[in-house]
């Protein structure tokens, strides 16, 4: 093989000229812009590198290309100021290791935290997550001592529930000995809140469930959405029982997947529910067993407990939510929730005769003369049963005659076993009290026999000629999920304990619930009603008598139709709950007045019973609440349904929301006191017998959007909700100057229908309440959204942690420079020197925290920052202000960075430089 030679090629200076222009202009003076905009050594040797390359480059003898001359930009210096937002602390001992460490991890060193606050913190298991100052020897809890007040909410916010769980507890602090466990929530999900209900000196504990992750505690009187998988040791519920459903697994024998065998299998105890295609409901036992089941869910108990129990209930609930985690996080089950207990919703008074002044009010009278109801529409009652004898009912029940499907003998009270078929009322009187008779109060209002000639006694019912179905759900100290649960299946038609399916004709077309609870919606429930509106049956429930916006349970759920109650001069009645889920408004009474002068109060009159003697009297009395606000919109669609048979529950959403069976009562619209209007039974009837396909309408959900103190964002859903195409014309904020902004989120390009975005921006206002309005304008109608907020005082602490701040360039999002310390005062105040400014070139300063040490900083969980102005990001250019670049930061401040780390394609966030301690 011969040897390979060398070739020497030649080149003219000319072409060594050439080349090296064009190399040191494409590929070297960037290099140095870019190594000019760094700091110390990195900047200095980088340039000295790249000039002796440049100095070397056609040095060769006879005639080489001269050094190019190299002109240099300006430099200018940087520098701004970044607040805190009001309100806001740190966790004292994150994983960032920049950041000071002092342990918070028992109740003995718990960290003084002011209310309200926004705090930022992060947990994780030894050797889990991100290497950093917590990473090796784990941070599984972190306590806080704070004071708290009545109404207030306390939430942690899981910055990635993929990564890790965490549980929220509250103690009370009694100074000396261990805390009592006051409250927990062990809810699924990314948010637990807990409310206070006494104000008192507390504990609040975040505690690692599992994994990792960075997380916000928010205490304040902003309530946050109640979310899906709610676990809260302040609800209502059965302690001790779980409603469990299984996946359907068929690769079990059949024996193994009966409810005893599934219930055994986990070291429960099976007490209801006969079918496994169906929810079961099981017990956690007697106390001496429950060791096992724990082992066998594996469940550790005791861990490390740094609190006591008050009581065997208190202890006996929270043993119950730890179970329902466990089983929800089992593979071969679908759901496990609470037995939440239910009440009416009504408030009873002395039983008084009086006139039914809330016929009237719904134009009632008006609309007998077009129907009063047809005897094959059947409205089911889900109650406490109903007196069967009282002589203002004969002859009005379904030939089914109901069931009764309490579970609890003890709640029962009517000395049979279990379920049975009978749905009479025996009362649920506790000690020398008189009983309700709730739900015959209720099925009078349904459908009371009444006489429209000479020879009536009694009452009038809302729909006479229809069927009343009773059921019975609710007995001594209320009602459970489980037996509601099974009490609407039956109604509806489904299987159920009982064993009895109703076919379509036997089956109700209405279901009346007039009773509810406070707390989260589980999938059970939800599930069911589903299931229900399916079937084509109409389920109409009280919103509630708390006076307030909170979510009250089976009238917050999806598919079914929310009433509140109003008084005798068509006001919001004092009790009625309101907010974003109410449908309709309807007669409750107020029993505190009386306006129409007859010597009773205003309350809505029925069928009742008296057990206070020996045996029960039948009477007629009257109560108050959205339970009696609720049968008159039964009554209204069950007259409805009789008109039309073909009427669907669509069918009634999309009339409601038209406005064509309402009469428009308080804001032009639906509003969340009254939602869409007061029910109008003749214009009910009168759209029933023609039902048309309603009309285009603009629709927004919700329709109120309160920030409190701490909210930063929140989406809207803008629809048409008629027929027909609409489509938005505008969107113009009224009445905030600055601090509120309204985007698109993701909408149809044509119609401009879809999900905005609101984003609320306290930098901007000083300390104050602030109200504003969005209007939606479309080519139908209009539609207003009301949004609240506060802003507080800065507290003297504020600490948003040790901060990153970085200069971005906005060419390519490159990160060119970093600051960063801890806060001095209240504020950081941060510098970059020797920026090189080009013509062309423009900067973004951004600056966060990382708690969790993954080298991103605006990611969920941390505090934020973005040098910013409304409608858009503020770049920094040559010409620009170089000083007084001043902006806020803090956990959930930052929300405008996210549209920012978009643009940038890192919707992760944005990655700060290694750190000496980083590469050490």
């Given amino acids: 093989m011969g040897a390979f030679e060398r070739k020497d090629i030649s080149f003219s200076d000319t072409t060594i000229k050439w080349v090296a222009e064009i190399f040191v202009g494409v590929f070297v003076m960037p290099l140095i812009d870019r190594c000019l905009s760094r700091k110390g050594s990195c900047r200095l040797s980088l340039c000295v590198v790249l000039t002796i390359f440049i100095n070397g480059c056609g040095s060769s003898g006879g005639g080489g290309v001269a050094p190019p001359v190299i002109s240099a930009a300006p430099t200018s210096t940087l520098s701004g100021t970044i607040g805190i937002a009001a309100g806001t602390v740190v966790d004292s001992d994150v994983n960032d290791p920049f950041a000071r460490y002092v342990s918070n991890d028992t109740y003995l060193v718990a960290q003084a935290i002011p209310s309200p606050v926004t705090l930022g913190g992060y947990l994780n298991l030894a050797g889990s997550g991100p290497v950093g100052g917590s990473s090796s020897f784990g941070d599984l809890s972190d306590y806080y001592r704070v004071r708290l007040e009545a109404g207030q909410t306390v939430t942690v916010t899981i910055a990635n529930a993929f990564t890790g769980d965490l549980d929220l507890y509250l103690y009370n602090d009694n100074g000396t000995s261990l805390p009592t466990l006051e409250a927990s929530s062990l809810a699924s999900g990314a948010i637990k809140t807990l409310p206070i ?7 609040i504990e975040v505690r690692l469930a599992s994994g990792y992750s960075s997380y916000t505690l928010t205490v304040g009187n902003f309530a946050p959405q109640q979310m899906p998988g709610r676990l809260n040791s302040t609800d209502a519920f059965v302690a001790g029982d779980v409603i469990v459903k299984f996946r359907d697994d068929l690769s079990i024998p059949a024996a193994k997947r009966l409810p005893a065998a599934r219930a055994a299998a986990l070291g429960l105890q099976a007490k209801a529910g006969s079918s496994h295609q169906r929810s079961q409901l099981m017990n956690l036992g007697a106390s001496q067993a429950r060791p096992a089941t ?4 594996g469940l550790v108990q005791n861990r490390d407990r740094q609190f006591r129990f008050d009581n065997v209930d208190k202890q006996l609930k929270f043993e119950t939510m730890q179970v329902i985690k466990a089983l929800r996080q089992r593979a071969d089950v679908l759901y496990a929730e609470p037995n939440y207990i239910y009440q009416t919703n009504a408030v009873p008074t002395d039983p008084l005769y009086s006139s039914q002044w809330h016929y009237p009010l719904i134009n009632l009278p008006a609309a007998w003369d077009l129907e009063t109801g047809v005897s094959s529409v059947t409205v089911a009652v889900v109650d406490t049963g109903v007196l069967l004898n009282h002589p203002d009912l004969q002859g009005q029940f379904s030939a089914d005659g109901g069931y009764d499907f309490i579970s609890s003998d003890s709640s029962s009270g009517d000395g049979e076993p279990g379920i049975d078929a009978n749905p009479d009322d025996p009362g649920d009187s506790i000690g020398v009290a008189r009983s309700s008779f709730h739900g015959t109060h209720v099925a009078g209002t349904v459908a009371a026999a009444t006489a429209f000639s000479a020879g009536g006694s009694g009452i009038a019912g809302v729909a006479p000629g229809v069927k009343i179905m009773p059921v019975r759900a609710l007995g001594k100290n209320g009602g459970t999920s489980y037996d509601i649960i099974q009490s609407v299946r039956y109604a509806a038609g489904l299987s159920n304990d009982s064993g009895i ?6 089956r109700a077309d209405v279901i009346n619930l007039s009773l509810g609870r406070v707390g989260g919606s589980i999938q059970a429930e939800q599930d069911l009603y589903t299931e229900v509106r399916g079937a084509g049956v109409i389920v109409v429930a009280s919103a509630g008598n708390e006076n307030s916006s909170v979510f009250n349970y089976p009238a917050a759920y999806a598919g079914v139709i929310s009433v509140a109650a109003v008084d005798i001069s068509k006001q919001k009645a004092p009790y009625s709950s309101f907010g974003s889920t109410v449908d309709v408004a309807a007669p409750g009474g107020y029993t505190g007045t009386d306006i129409d002068g007859d010597g009773f109060g205003d309350g809505v009159l029925s069928t009742l019973g008296d057990d206070s003697g020996a045996a029960v009297s039948f009477i007629y009395g009257v109560y108050n609440g959205t339970s009696m ?11 409805m349904k009789s008109s039309n048979s073909t009427l669907t529950p669509a069918a009634v959403d999309a009339l409601l929301q038209s406005g064509a069976i309402v009469e428009d009562l308080g804001a032009v619209g639906r509003d969340d006191i009254f939602g869409h209007g007061l029910i109008n039974a003749h214009s009910a009837v009168v759209a029933a017998q023609s039902a048309p396909a309603p009309p285009p309408l603009l629709g927004i959900s919700p329709t109120t959007l309160n920030m409190g103190a701490v909210g930063s964002s929140a989406m809207l859903a803008v629809s048409n909700v008629g027929s027909g195409t609409l489509q938005i014309n505008s969107v113009t904020v009224t009445g905030a100057p600055g601090w509120l902004t309204v985007s698109e989120a993701t909408v149809n390009a044509t119609t401009k229908s879809g999900l905005y975005r609101v984003i609320v921006d306290r930098a901007s206002v000083s300390e104050g309440s602030y109200q504003a309005e969005i209007v939606f304008a479309s080519s139908v109608n209009s539609v207003t959204v009301s949004v609240s907020m506060q802003v507080i005082a800065q507290a003297l602490n504020a ?22 310390g801890a806060a001095e005062g209240g504020s950081y105040r941060y510098q970059f020197d020797n920026v090189l400014f080009p013509a062309d070139r423009e900067y973004y300063v951004v600056g966060g925290t990382d708690l969790d040490n993954d080298s991103l900083l605006c990611d969920f969980g941390e505090a934020c920052g973005i040098y910013f102005s409304p409608g858009d990001f503020r770049t920094i250019g040559r010409d620009d202000t170089h000083s007084g670049l001043d902006f806020i930061t803090g956990f959930g401040v930052g929300v405008q960075a996210s549209s920012l780390l978009q643009r940038a394609g ?5 990655r700060r430089q290694p750190t000496i301690k980083q590469l050490e």
């Fill in 197 to 203: 209900s006494a104000s008192g000196d507390y504990f």
């Fill in 629 to 639: 606000a609720a049968p008159h919109m039964a009554g209204v669609v069950a007259l």
């Fill in 294 to 297: 724990f082992k066998t869910l």
């Fill in 799 to 820: 600490d948003a942690g040790y901060h990153y701040v970085l200069l971005i360039d906005t060419a390519d999002f490159s990160v060119l420079d970093q600051w960063q």
């Fill in 906 to 910: 890192t919707p992760m966030g944005f």
């Fill in 501 to 506: 399916i109703l076919n379509a004709t036997q």
